[in-house]
């Protein structure tokens, strides 16, 4: 036989080399390529998980629940590495108690092949999870869930979060870092049906967010937004704003914005019912800023608080401030806190003229208007006080009814509170304090040194216990008056500036009433403003008729809670 | 060296192979939510490997105590076709092997397995992994009492059309081991001394029928373009599992994951106990691994090479060839699918991939081998 032995042995020298060949492919891919297969890997074999922190919560004064996270449960489907549906879809079905045919419909028509919801929002027990998770491609997605418990009632302030959880306005978006926490994340290896193989390696815990305590009340706010809600829906109003504040400390006990929406479910918001008009919204407050005029005014002794003041019966003209009418009938001679009581606008304007402009300016400006009060709030303006060397001799005349500056209703609530404090700065705040999740308290808010005093305490004494407590016995705020109580305050019934015209809108107002209660030692300082009631409801339209009733109600439901 | 030295050399680098087979078959079979029915063991794949690895041994050492010329014609005549073993296997083979097509259980849809239940226990029986061996056996016997006749052309076309028969059975359900059969089986005859220009002929026609095949089957032209296309592009679909061969491959580096501890075989690799359990050997023990295993294989070919050049006996040189040819190139031809530098086919790497037919005739073969090595006289 000629057995061919040396072709035989050259194939097997070939196989031989072939074997190297392999090992060198191998060290090619091992050494080589190593990096790219392992981004590879990642992919396809690596899953993270993320441990989402609890949000803090945002709790009031007394610790009751404004805004909190709970747990809730979506089962997804990862459609892709599903291999039979039917017995999918039916073991899962008889899980969770759903149709099969409905579960195999949310699968197929899932936009995204790893990640089909099937049931959002739900709460699991023990075992139902223990069931699902042995079934291949079916997962179960744990989130947090914000409830609002008082809807509503407290949007702007305690604010929302979108999708992603960060907070998009009031406190939620204030101290979005202190209530977010942090997320924990920790990446592993896991089988095709995404189960954990081994845990790569944990980066880093779940840090809970911490909780917030406002010096808000949450029954004080359902008060505050009940009664101006009612007068907001019966006048038709554009918007509205109340707050109650505590004038000793600045602390906000309610604050209300209209129209409002639902925190939990923002369809249907919009710009108005979205923003907090108290803080961004500047508007020309009108009569309610003729308290602070006068105080300042007796302050700087340009006037004596005895002296009487001739309001030229109503037709007050002159070369340099043009023509000053009153909103109704005109006055003769009125003493200062009559001025106040009637609201003469005449005689504020000659409280104006007595001052002049840089001692006018200067308390407007000590009274905090043009600047933000520093509220805890996201979005607050500034409003507009014009530079004295731009000031005309209509300015001076105009200023101290109101008109010709911009403020905020915040600004003006704080003007009034440092009227109410005896003369002594305040800023309104709404953290009382920050506690984290292991219990320690991360921030106190402590009470304003009292040093700086804006007007002195008698000065400050008589424009509440003279002036404003007769605006509410004798004047235009009698419907703010209650048996129990010695209320004060002003009303106000502002014009709103027509833009594009550059006068005034004789259709258009704000109603506003601010003021406290008791006289003597005020506890609550109320603001309410009704931008533009509906005038031709014919119900009335003035801050005397729409706003005073309404922080009557306010001030006599939060007097009787506080138990003063 | 002597010729014994050379068999219980040879019997080292078998063992050592199975016994690395077995190791990576347990590792690769685990799964997250193993719970073992020790009662039931036979049910494992990688508890039966264990089974199947002692059986081996008993093959392996059984069969280098046989003496391989009683395989060959040891009678003249019509006699010694009748009671020649090799022809004995192949005709069993082909009756095994039309019975696969309609008594086979059917498994990833093709019938390549017998399924016997036998008590409480099932036998799985593949039927092409006996017919190569019947054919690599009777090759060689054939060769060897045809002398010269072999080189008659009419001889040849009967060879040729006896291997039709087989490679053709076993491509119905197996297109890889048909290949693979009739590319060795040419080769055999080839070196037994086969004129050249005999083979030009049955070259259209192997090529005609493996065109069809290729062609006939959506799923085997996904394979060949899983093979072409760049892999990251076909990830996802037919390209999935080379794809994740070579990613634990590659994500073994030079030291490996260590073992156990490699993550592909948790559902990513598919056939990663069989075909593939090369890409969980490097994934686990990495470079060193892979040349662990390439350095075993070549040891083989060399002490293989050595027993075929100590022959002094045709038809010992012509088996130990053989023998060595089928065990090797299967080797280079399963490591080449799984580094990706050959398209995908399904072949066992020998002695390591899991299964019990493969490892015992395998054992079988290596147990002839040393017999060969034993029996022939230092040159």
Redesign the interface.
């Known amino acids: 036989?000629?057995?061919?032995?040396k072709?035989?042995?050259l194939?097997?020298l070939i196989?031989?080399a072939?074997?190297?060949?392999?090992?060198v492919?191998?060290?090619y891919?091992?050494?080589y390529?190593?990096d790219?297969?392992?981004e590879?890997?990642v992919k396809?074999?690596k899953s993270s998980f993320f441990e989402r922190p609890r949000r803090g919560s945002i709790l009031d004064c007394r610790g009751r629940t404004l805004a909190a996270s709970y747990k809730v449960d979506t089962v997804f489907a990862e459609a892709?590495i599903i291999n039979d549906l039917k017995k999918t879809t039916e073991s899962l079905a008889a899980i969770i108690d759903m149709d099969p045919v409905e579960i195999s419909k949310l699968i197929l028509t899932a936009r995204n092949p790893g990640y089909a919801p099937i049931v959002t929002d739900a709460k699991l027990t023990d075992e139902q999870r223990n069931q699902i998770r042995r079934i291949r491609g079916i997962g179960i997605e744990s989130r947090w869930k914000r409830i609002y418990p008082l809807s509503n009632a407290a949007a702007q302030v305690v604010g929302f979060i979108g999708t992603d959880e960060h907070g998009l306005a009031g406190i939620e978006q204030q101290y979005n870092k202190t209530l977010a926490g942090s997320v924990g994340q920790s990446s592993f290896?896991?089988?095709?049906?995404r189960?954990?193989?081994?845990l790569e390696q944990c980066q880093s815990f779940a840090q809970d967010g911490a909780d917030i305590i406002l010096t808000l009340d949450a029954t004080i706010q359902q008060f505050t937004h009940k009664a101006l809600l009612k007068q907001f829906q019966e006048y038709e109003a554009e918007s509205a704003v109340a707050t109650v504040l505590d004038p000793c400390t600045g602390a906000v006990l309610s604050m209300v914005s209209l129209p409002d929406f639902n925190p939990a479910d923002l369809s249907g918001a919009d710009a108005n019912s979205l923003g907090n008009h108290l803080l961004s919204d500047p508007y020309e407050p009108g009569s309610i800023f003729k308290p602070i005029v006068a105080a300042w005014a007796v302050e700087t002794n340009s006037i004596d608080p005895n002296e009487t003041i001739f309001c030229e019966d109503g037709h007050y003209r002159g070369k340099g401030f043009g023509s000053i009418g009153e909103y109704r009938q005109g006055f003769g001679n009125l003493k200062i806190s009559e001025i106040i009581a009637h609201s003469s606008n005449i005689g504020m304007a000659k409280i104006g003229q007595k001052m002049g402009t840089q001692k006018l300016y200067e308390g407007v400006t000590l009274f905090g208007f043009g600047q933000k009060t520093g509220i805890d709030l996201p979005g607050e303006e500034y409003g507009f006080i014009r530079k004295p060397d731009k000031w005309t001799g209509y300015s001076v005349a105009r200023v101290p009814f109101g008109h010709e500056v911009l403020v905020t209703a915040i600004q003006m609530a704080r003007a009034f509170c440092i009227l109410a404090n005896d003369g002594r700065v305040v800023n309104p705040h709404l953290v009382k304090a920050i506690v984290s999740d292991t219990g320690k308290k991360l921030k106190i808010t402590e009470p304003m040194p009292t040093g700086g005093f804006v007007v002195s305490k008698n000065t400050a004494r008589w424009i509440i216990r003279q002036a404003m407590r007769e605006v509410v016995t004798d004047g235009t705020g009698k419907k703010a008056a209650l048996d129990k109580w010695e209320v004060w305050g002003k009303t106000g019934t502002a014009n709103i500036a027509d833009r594009t015209s550059g006068g005034y809108d004789e259709e258009n107002y704000v109603a506003s009433f601010i003021g406290g209660a008791p006289a003597q030692r005020p506890a609550v300082v109320v603001l309410v403003s009704i931008r533009k009631p509906n005038k031709k409801l014919s119900k009335g339209y003035t801050g005397g008729s729409v706003a005073a009733p309404v922080a009557a109600e306010i001030l006599k439901n939060t007097l009787n809670y506080l138990e003063i | 060296m002597t010729g014994k030295t050379i068999a219980n050399i040879i019997a080292c680098l078998v063992v050592t192979l199975m016994a690395l087979g077995v190791v990576f078959v347990f590792s690769a079979s685990a799964r997250i939510d193993a719970e073992y029915d020790l009662s039931k063991f036979y049910s494992y794949p990688e508890f039966r490997q264990i089974v199947f690895f002692m059986v081996s041994m008993i093959i392996l050492f059984a069969f280098s105590r046989l003496d391989y010329r009683k395989l060959g014609f040891c009678f003249t005549g019509v006699k010694g076709w009748i009671f020649n073993i090799s022809v004995l296997l192949v005709v069993t083979s082909i009756i095994l092997l039309v019975l696969v097509l309609f008594l086979g259980a059917e498994v990833n849809y093709a019938r390549r397995w017998f399924r016997i239940p036998a008590g409480p226990v099932t036998i799985n029986f593949q039927p092409s992994e006996l017919a190569k061996w019947s054919l690599v056996l009777f090759i060689c016997a054939v060769s060897v009492v045809l002398d010269k006749k072999i080189k008659n052309f009419r001889i040849f076309v009967l060879l040729s059309l006896l291997i039709g028969l087989v490679v053709g059975l076993i491509v119905i359900e197996d297109f890889g081991t048909a290949v693979f059969v009739a590319f060795i089986s040419l080769v055999i005859l080839f070196a037994a001394g086969a004129k050249w220009w005999h083979f030009l002929t049955p070259l259209p026609v192997l090529a005609a029928v493996f065109a069809f095949a290729i062609f006939s089957s959506p799923e085997r032209i996904e394979r060949v373009k899983a093979f072409i296309l760049p892999d990251d592009s076909i990830a996802q679909t037919s390209g999935y599992q080379i794809r994740q061969s070579l990613i634990a491959i590659s994500t073994g580096r030079i030291f490996g994951k260590g073992l156990g501890r490699g993550i592909s075989k948790y559902g990513h690799l598919p056939e990663d106990t069989t075909d593939f359990i090369f890409a969980i050997i490097a994934e686990e023990f990495g470079f060193l691994g892979v040349c662990f295993v390439i350095l075993l294989f070549l040891l083989l070919l060399f002490f293989g090479i050595i027993i075929i050049c100590r022959c002094n006996d045709d038809f010992g040189r012509l088996l130990a060839f053989g023998i060595v040819l089928a065990i090797v190139l299967q080797a280079v031809i399963n490591l080449g699918v799984v580094t990706r530098l050959l398209p995908t086919k399904g072949i066992a790497l020998p002695f390591i991939s899991a299964g019990g037919t493969h490892l015992f005739l395998s054992a079988m073969a290596a147990g002839i081998l040393m017999s060969i090595a034993k029996r022939s006289n230092a040159g």
């Open positions: 036989m000629n057995m061919r032995n072709t035989a042995l194939l097997l196989i031989a072939a074997l190297l060949g392999i090992g492919r191998c060290f891919l091992q050494y390529k190593a790219y297969y392992h590879a890997s396809s074999q892709r290896f896991s089988d095709a049906a189960r954990p193989v081994r």
